[in-house]
Every structure is written in structure tokens, then in C-alpha cells.
């Protein structure tokens, strides 16, 4: 095996509007909508770093200063927990401003996944990068196999899990072959297709690993679905010099819509030590009314 310089940065992109959220989300970044008692965001750089990314660049839009607060010191914040021996809730802070390296970047204009993720140009230069978005909750280790795949093959890897007709027509949608030593290479992608046209079940969802070749591909494709930069339409231009896909069949958790973002809440509520007995106690009760 060739030996590769081990993945250090990720890039997260958070500076869409989410008008699927309003209005909550018209004062309020969706990447800071609690999941329980953190933000979904958190939860995704947690991930990054459980996998070894402990350089993380965020992508940020107007609106987003939250985000950047929440990862900074909050200094009255602490002295009043250490003032009142809330020690543990002190330990929680801290934790959060030390857990990465945490850089900001502003898309300036919203012209999508895309050229968010080109505004990482500078900072990634010519080292290869994982890309999460926040609206993607994992609870399984698809980020790490990832990395695994790459380490192998040197080349851009993507997350894939099966979806319904329905579901697709939502999703980048990748076509691939097997390659008979246990890794999967993509042979196509198509971003949204139409009912029925979808080259398989297999959708792109939330995890990428990219090479910095994948930025001159950015640049080079015009606006797609939506009038947008679509990031599927530049690894398709990648595929000629090997893309690979990395299958999982669950542990996925979308924040992205309402009702999604209910059923996350919920499923994560339910498996924590401190709240879960109760809460299935609670749900059993509003059920049986």
C-alpha cells in the first residue's frame, strides 16, 4: 500500500438559508437548532474529530454568528458555572472550544453545495479533505471507513445508502460497479433525477472525501439543478481517474426538514441513559391518550 499523508481537515458547509425551517430559521442558523440539549452542528464536528479531523473549516453566510459563538470562549459564562461549583457544566463548555482547531470562512453569495465547498480552496490547498454537512446526523463510523477507502486508493470517496424511488429523486444519485477487492467505484452521478431516470438506488448523503483536483472541476462546471453549483456535477468530472463509494445501511439522521428533524430529536432523546426511560415512558403516555 502507498503510503498517504492521513487526512487531517474537514470543511462544513453552513450557510444555506433553510427556508424549509421558517420561520425558526430566519434569526437562527439550522446547523444551531438543538438536537436534544446540543447543536446539530456539534454533533457533526464531534464526528470529524472521533475520526481523526481535528482541523475543521466552517463555512459560514449572513446570519450564522452563532455558530462562531457557540465554538468560542464564553468567558462570563464560566466564571458564573466556577462562581456557582456547576463544575460539570463547566467541563461541557470548555470541552466545546477545545475539542478542534476551528476556522470560519463566508460564502458570500448562496450559489450552492458546490461553491461552498470552493471557498475552502485556500484554506485545504493541496491536501485532501473530508467534506459533512450539518444537516446529516451519523451515529455509525461511515466517516472513518471513508478515510479508510481513500487511504487505499488515493482518490475522492463518497457515502452512499440505499433510498426509494421517491426518496432519490432528492438526492445526488450514483450509478457504480464493483470492483472485486471490496470497494465499490462510482460510474456515474446525477444530482436530483427525475422519477424513474435515477441510474440506481444508491444515494450521495452528507459525507464526502475529496481531492484538492476537485477544485478546478468546481470552477469548470456550470450552474445545474437549481440554478446551482452542484458538487455532484464536478466529481463526475473526477470519475475517469477513479471515484469510489463507501455503502452503509443505517444510523443516518436527517435535521434538514421538520418532520426529520422531530424524528432525529426523538431517536436521540430515546438513546441516552439520563432521559430515555422516561421519555419512551412519556411517548407511551401521549400515544395511549
Known sequence: M??????TKAVLPAAGLSTRHLPAAKAQP?????????????????????????????????GTRAIEDHFDRAVELEVALEAKGKHDELKLVREI?????????RQREAKGLGHAILTAKQHVGDEAFAVLLPDDLLTTPVLRGMLEVHERTGRPVLALMEMSPEEITSYGCAAVEETGDGLVRVTGLVEKPAMGTAPSNLAVLGRYVLTPDVF????????????????TDAIAQLIGGGVYGFRFTHGRYDTGNKLDYLKTN?????????LGPQ??????????R
Open 266 to 274: 426523538v431517536e436521540y432523546a430515546l438513546a441516552r441513559d439520563d
Open 2 to 7: 502507498i503510503e498517504r499523508k492521513p487526512v
Open 97 to 105: 472550544t477545545d475539542m478542534a482547531t476551528i476556522h470560519y470562512v
Open 30 to 62: 439550522k446547523a444551531m437548532f438543538p438536537v436534544v440539549d446540543k447543536p446539530a452542528i456539534q454533533y457533526v464536528v464531534e464526528e470529524a474529530v472521533d475520526a481523526g479531523l481535528d482541523d475543521i473549516l466552517i463555512v459560514t453566510g449572513r
Open 279 to 288: 421519555f419512551r415512558a412519556f411517548l407511551r403516555e401521549v400515544l395511549d
Open 216 to 231: 478546478p472541476a468546481i470552477e469548470d462546471v456550470a450552474p445545474g439543478v437549481g440554478g446551482e453549483i452542484q458538487i
